[in-house]
């Protein structure tokens, strides 16, 4: 049976596609998955510093198990606006050009530099934005963490195990226990958090204690060295008020069924840095669905998570960014995620007035 399958077999998995939605989420939430990280490496200490990543395509795979559903994927994102390229000249008449560009918050090489024709737009930019620059400093991380404790632990008396039943407690516990971690040491911890702690392939962990950065911060140090304006968009608090919001159930199911998807997260990822590679950011979600087929009957999920997790911020990021485009000169970088789609960054730049012209490699 091939990954597919094992991934599609709702019988046997009962997958609500909660799983995917978190594992994408690790590249639309550039502070969670900071954060999220340095929790997995020390929680996860024994990850040897050469681990390999073992994913898939799970793409190139469906175009040999089904072409028919592998070309119905592709056309599917090729109708998504902005959704073929991850660099994007912002023009207006009277100023200077800037550039949005969709970054991968993962440690991965392939990811972790600009593109040539990229590289020319940051040196030239005067001003670089990214989603927060607080992750830059630790101090004010803690601080912020500090301030509302709420926000990523049960501070009362509920725990992850008040919302479990009994199957999905054996479930729970069979997993982590596979990954070095005890239900008893994250019992308090939002399940969000824990569940993007266990998303993480072992051959990010290792890179991460190795200390490499996602492109994001090695962006924002380059602009503060070079003597840019360096602009952040949201706060850490924002950020995880976002992922709060949402209902616990949510956050419950998607770590049961994040835990229980195992080694195919690194099927998942690889497929993610594939299109991201390709430019095909409006292709995401297309694919994930179709490893997911069932979770068409989860529109109510599906929809509030859109919502809360990348529609209202990217009005958010557009609102917040347009001073800045209208100074000229800058150079925009945010999750690739935020770019596609009718209410994606993109879009909602066109819609204010903004020329909006891919740039292809």
């Not at 019988?11 to 997995?40: C, E, H, P, Q």
């Not at 559903?69 to 000249?89: C, M, N, Q």
């Not at 419950?252 to 299109?275: C, H, K, P, Q």
Request: with cysteine; glycine share 6%.
């Amino acid at each position: 049976m091939t990954r597919i399958a094992h991934i599609s077999s709702a019988a046997a998995d009962r997958w609500s596609g909660m799983a995917l939605k978190l594992i994408a989420l690790i590249n639309t939430l550039f502070v969670a998955m900071v954060l999220l990280t340095a929790l997995a490496v020390s929680a996860r200490a024994e990850t040897p510093a050469s681990a390999a990543c073992t994913g898939e395509n799970l793409l190139a795979e469906l175009a040999e198990t089904d072409p028919e559903t592998h070309a119905r994927v592709l056309a599917e994102g090729a109708d998504v606006i902005h959704g073929d390229a991850i660099l994007y000249r912002i023009e207006r008449d009277g100023v200077a050009p800037s550039f949005l560009f969709g970054t991968m918050h993962m440690t991965d090489p392939r990811v972790t530099e600009l593109p040539p024709f990229a590289e020319a737009a940051f040196a030239a930019a005067d001003t670089v934005v990214i989603e927060t620059t607080e992750i830059l400093d630790p101090s004010k991380s803690q601080m912020a963490l500090m301030s509302r404790p709420e926000l990523t632990m049960f501070t009362g008396d509920e725990r992850i195990s008040d919302y479990l039943s009994d199957a999905d407690r054996a479930r729970l516990q069979e997993g982590l226990s596979e990954r070095g971690l005890q239900l008893a040491l994250v019992d308090r911890m939002k399940p969000w958090l824990v569940a993007a702690m266990v998303a993480l392939p072992e051959c990010e962990t290792a890179r991460k204690q190795a200390g490499i950065e996602i492109l994001d911060i090695a962006l924002a140090r380059r602009a503060e060295a070079s003597g840019k304006d360096l602009v952040g968009l949201e706060t850490i608090i924002e950020q995880l008020e976002a992922m709060a919001s949402l209902p616990m159930e949510f956050h419950v199911s998607g770590l049961v069924e994040t835990v229980a998807l195992g080694e195919r997260i690194d099927d998942v990822i690889e497929t993610m840095i594939a299109l991201y590679e390709d430019g095909r950011t409006g292709t995401v979600w297309p694919t994930l669905r179709v490893l997911t087929p069932e979770a068409t009957g989860d529109e109510g999920g599906y929809a509030a998570f859109e919502r809360t997790m990348i529609t209202s911020r990217n009005r958010t990021m557009a609102e917040r960014v347009t001073p800045l485009l209208e100074r000229g000169g800058a150079f925009v970088a945010v999750g690739a995620l935020h770019l596609p789609g009718e209410e994606g960054l993109a879009r909602l730049l066109e819609d204010a007035g903004y020329t909006i012209t891919p740039v292809y490699e």
